[in-house]
């Protein structure tokens, strides 16, 4: 079966580092991965995805992620937080029907000031 | 939040009642979904509907019905059956024409049972 995991429930960064939030996927087949971002009671909002390629994908806001099929991760990466950056972040993978997307727990970042 | 609305924002229920909550979508979109979030579970899948007057049961149907009569409509009903609906629903959308298309979101319907 198609999963993803986040194993880090929360992120604390200092504003101006580096930050990455993870994710590992199991699937059959290629994958295709998402990142989503999550403000305090709104919708999730996309930020990139994987399908094919360039095993590192840039997205909004100056986020990217780093594909590794030999680690089956998927990593978000920006390289300087901002303290907007602070938010919910969800990881995803396509189903083997291409109708879905699998969620991850999710990942809360906190970027300090 | 894209072309996607729900409404109300926010609901409150007694026991035993049933309430619809709404979605509306004009990014021409032809699968619809509907999503529940509760702290620390992230999304489960309630219903999605890939074309209209079709829809299937996500992971977590019991307790919820759906309707798709129009293409860009999917409203989700929380019947009396569902024991703990107090949650923060959301309705995505997405294009099917390639299988890699992201969804998109609408702005959320908390719920909550007095």
């Known amino acids: 079966a198609q999963s993803v995991a986040q194993p880090e429930d929360q992120v604390n960064v200092a504003e101006g580092n580096p930050l990455t939030v993870k994710c590992t996927y199991s699937?059959?087949?290629?994958?295709?991965l998402f990142w989503y971002v999550q403000y305090p009671n709104r919708g999730l909002q996309f930020l990139l995805k994987?399908?094919?390629?360039?095993?590192l994908v840039k997205g909004s806001y100056g986020f990217e992620a780093e594909f590794n099929k030999s680690q089956t991760s998927f990593h978000l990466k920006k390289p300087s937080a901002l303290v907007s950056d602070s938010a919910l972040y969800f990881c995803?993978?396509?189903?083997?029907?291409?109708?879905?997307?699998?969620f991850g727990a999710g990942t809360r970042l906190a970027v300090h000031p | 939040d894209g072309g996607i609305t729900q409404s109300p924002k926010y609901l409150f229920r007694k026991e035993g009642q049933n309430v619809t909550l709404s979605c509306e979508q004009n990014?021409?979109?032809?699968?619809m979904y509907w999503y529940r979030q509760d702290p620390g579970q992230g999304l489960r899948l309630i219903y999605y509907?890939?074309?209209?007057?079709?829809?299937q049961k996500g992971d977590i149907a019991e307790g919820y019905s759906v309707s798709r009569e129009k293409k860009e409509s999917f409203p989700l009903t929380v019947t009396s059956a569902q024991k703990n609906p107090t949650a923060f629903y959301l309705c995505?959308?997405?294009?099917?024409?390639?299988?890699?298309?992201?969804?998109?979101f609408g702005p959320g319907t908390r719920l909550t049972v007095l």
């Open positions: 995505a959308s997405r294009a099917v024409l390639a299988g890699d298309n992201e969804q998109f």
């Open positions: 990014l021409n979109h032809d699968a």
């Open positions: 699937v059959s087949g290629n994958p295709y």
């Open positions: 509907s890939q074309i209209v007057n079709d829809f």
């Open positions: 995803a993978v396509r189903d083997l029907g291409y109708n879905k997307l699998i």
């Open positions: 994987y399908i094919t390629g360039d095993n």
